[in-house]
């Protein structure tokens, strides 16, 4: 059975952490993206992500697989929202299982930059004066490695941060 990777549905982070499982795991880290209320000085009231949903989701798998395979972890997982969010609604979630803390951290923040910057997933902001224009998501990381970060189909340039 395949595994939903984006959801139009609120992300059960429980379900996620396995925390009955992975008896040789010591470090477990989580991120959690949440939906804030302004961009770039603008006051942000919602938003909507869309996604060409069936290479988005092969992309978010491969980006999974790529990180247990670079890192050295059993567990990667990762789950996008699709649809109308409000503010604080949790917009996508990543949980790495590890022996060890430190690739546990290094492992999810690789997995949600390559996420960010690979899967084809469109932000779209809608603003408090009635506006609303699509955002480009990025990785947080000017170093990131471009083809670590983006194994597959896309690369891009971008100025704005999400």
Avoid: N
Avoid at 102 to 117: I, L, N, P, S
Avoid at 123 to 128: I, P, S
Avoid at 149 to 154: I, N
């Amino acid at each position: 059975m395949e595994r939903h990777v984006l959801s139009d549905h609120p992300i059960a982070i429980d379900a996620l952490l396995e925390l009955d499982a992975h008896p040789e795991c010591g470090g477990l880290a989580l991120f959690v993206g949440t939906v804030r209320d302004h961009h770039e000085g603008r006051a942000v009231t919602r938003l909507r992500y869309t996604a060409h949903e069936a290479l988005a989701g092969k992309i978010i798998r491969e980006v999974e697989q790529a990180t247990r395979d670079r890192f050295g972890v059993p567990y990667v997982r990762i789950v996008h929202r699709l649809g109308d969010l409000a503010i604080g609604d949790v917009a996508i979630a990543c949980v790495v299982r590890a022996p060890h803390r430190a690739e546990a951290f290094d492992a999810c923040r690789h997995a949600v930059d390559a996420v960010k910057h690979g899967a084809p997933i469109w932000k779209e902001e809608f603003y408090a004066d009635g506006s609303s224009a699509f955002v480009e998501g990025c990785c947080i990381r000017d170093d990131l490695d471009a083809d670590a970060a983006a194994p597959l189909h896309h690369r891009h340039t971008h100025a704005s941060h999400g």
